[in-house]
Nanobody, 126 residues
Framework: QVQLVESGGGSVQSGGSLRLSCAAS????????MGWFRQAPGKEREGVAVIDSDGNTKYADSVKGRFTISQDNAKNTLYLHMNSLEPEDTAMYYCAADYLLNIGLGWFVPARYNYWGQGTQVTVSS
């Protein structure tokens, strides 16, 4: 069983930066994918960035060039470095994970992930 705990959210002004962390307990025994999703009030949850156990990454078009996903395997921690934040980035950010076999090509499909953190709020003011 994998458990995920996010931290690092907060309030910043437009143009600012934040780093989110996701501490994972438990182990995957095969290739896996971990990612960040976000959900703004009244909107569906959307994928932001994902990384697999080989280090391959994918980003949503809205965050390319501004956000960077990374993982520290020694610390079992996933990160999301967010730069040039915009008010449109305001949302609850969630860490998610699952085996790559379950995710398939659904990198940014929330229903493909079985393991979720509780979320951390990011608020960007103009």
């Amino acid at each position: 069983q994998v458990q995920l705990v996010e931290s690092g959210g907060g309030s910043v002004q437009s143009g600012g930066s934040l780093r989110l962390s996701c501490a994972a307990s438990g182990n995957f025994y095969s290739t896996y994918c971990m990612g960040w999703f976000r959900q703004a009030p009244g909107k569906e949850r959307e994928g932001v960035a994902v990384i697999d156990s080989d280090g391959n990454t994918k980003y949503a078009d809205s965050v390319k060039g501004r956000f960077t996903i990374s993982q520290d395997n020694a610390k079992n921690t996933l990160y999301l470095h967010m730069n040039s934040l915009e008010p449109e980035d305001t949302a609850m950010y969630y860490c998610a994970a699952d085996y790559l076999l379950n995710i398939g090509l659904g990198w940014f499909v929330p229903a493909r992930y079985n393991y979720w953190g509780q979320g951390t709020q990011v608020t960007v003011s103009s």
